[in-house]
């Protein structure tokens, strides 16, 4: 009944920028928190960012003042602007979001399907 888009993936060289987005669609009553995580090869997947409702971010450590997360509740979206780009951010990048659909008496988490992130030279 709900489902999590992302796009906007790529290859980049270090230093350069992407942009993320994630659609949420569905019969969506509300969206609560949203965030951005990443898995990378042979790693566990860790939180990138991750915005409320009103607005509220938080980010992790290794990618505060080059990610910048945002959303518009109006339209169900969320981006992560992503400059600055290191080798070690490469990863796939899934949107998360804490929604409740129409019907429903309690919210529950979603997740996307991911989008490759790739930085190399």
């Known amino acids: 009944q709900v489902q999590l888009v992302e796009s906007g993936g790529g290859l980049v060289q270090p230093g350069e920028s992407l942009r993320l987005s994630c659609a949420a669609s569905g019969s969506i009553f509300k969206i609560n928190d949203m965030g951005w995580y990443r898995q990378a090869p042979g790693k566990e997947r860790e939180l990138v960012a991750i915005i409320t409702s009103g607005g509220i971010t938080h980010y992790a450590d290794s990618v505060k003042g080059r990610f910048t997360i945002s959303r518009n509740n109006a339209k169900n979206t969320m981006n992560l602007q992503m400059n600055s780009l290191k080798f070690e951010d490469t990863a796939v990048y899934y949107c998360?979001?804490?929604?409740?659909?129409?019907?429903?008496?309690?919210?529950?988490?979603?997740w996307g399907q991911g989008t490759q992130v790739a930085v190399s030279s």
């Open positions: 998360n979001a804490e929604i409740a659909y129409l019907g429903s008496s309690y919210p529950r988490w979603y």
